[in-house]
């Protein structure tokens, strides 16, 4: 019995490792299909992620070209625009200039004919003071004559009621009747 103590384990052991041994492969077998298995579905996954990123990069390449041309012709129109205006600010102030320029000169023209119709204004007005001052004179004068030649008729009036030669000579005495 001593020996059945030593053979029994024995050859259960060496059942058991053959049995080990046959799982073992078969296990082995299992375990690399499945690492191939999990290997394929590895490598799917990676293609499709790095087609799902070259595909994301092309999109997000092409939405930056389309935004990129977008600020582009945005600012070349703000650039056009600015340009535009400031042709036209210049053209502006080149007509405002001329115009200016234009106004000055009729400003010069009118101040000219300003100062030329005072003074006209102003010899109208002492001509009509002096034409004024002239009939008032005459005027004075006239009177003048005419109180003189009144005095003179009042002086000629009296000297001829005052002389003897206009005095009538007094009657003679009516005949005696006869």
Same mark, same amino acid.
């Given at each position: 019995?001593?020996?059945?103590?030593?053979?029994?384990?024995?050859?259960?052991?060496?059942?058991?490792?053959?049995?080990?041994?046959?799982?073992?492969?078969?296990?082995?077998?299992?375990?690399?299909?499945?690492?191939?298995?999990?290997?394929?579905? !590895? =490598?799917? %996954? &990676? *293609?499709? +992620?790095?087609? #799902?990123? $070259? !595909? =994301?990069? %092309? &999109? *997000?390449? +092409?939405?930056? #070209?389309? $935004?990129? =041309?977008? %600020?582009?012709?945005?600012?070349?129109?703000?650039?056009a625009k600015k340009k535009a205006d400031i042709?036209?600010?210049?053209?502006?102030?080149?007509?405002?200039?001329?115009?200016?320029?234009?106004?000055?000169?009729?400003?010069?023209?009118?101040?000219?004919?300003?100062?030329?119709?005072?003074?006209?204004?102003?010899?109208?007005?002492?001509?009509?003071?002096?034409?004024?001052?002239?009939?008032?004179?005459?005027?004075?004068?006239?009177?003048?004559?005419?109180?003189?030649?009144?005095?003179?008729?009042?002086?000629?009036?009296?000297?001829?009621?005052?002389?003897?030669?206009?005095?009538?000579?007094?009657?003679?005495?009516?005949?005696?009747?006869?």
């Amino acid at each position: 019995m001593k020996r059945s103590y030593y053979i029994v384990p024995v050859i259960l052991l060496a059942l058991f490792g053959g049995l080990y041994w046959q799982h073992m492969g078969e296990m082995t077998t299992k375990a690399n299909e499945l690492k191939a298995k999990n290997l394929r579905i !590895k =490598a799917e %996954e &990676d *293609a499709k +992620k790095q087609e #799902a990123e $070259r !595909k =994301a990069r %092309e &999109d *997000a390449d +092409k939405r930056i #070209a389309v $935004r990129e =041309a977008e %600020e582009k012709k945005k600012e070349d129109d703000k650039e056009a625009k600015k340009k535009a205006d400031i042709e036209k600010i210049i053209a502006d102030t080149k007509r405002f200039n001329a115009q200016l320029a234009d106004f000055t000169k009729q400003a010069a023209t009118l101040d000219k004919e300003l100062i030329a119709l005072r003074a006209e204004k102003e010899k109208l007005g002492r001509d009509s003071f002096d034409m004024a001052k002239k009939v008032e004179l005459a005027m004075v004068d006239k009177r003048t004559a005419e109180f003189q030649v009144q005095r003179m008729a009042d002086m000629v009036a009296k000297r001829a009621s005052d002389s003897t030669m206009t005095k009538l000579p007094t009657p003679p005495p009516a005949p005696a009747a006869k």
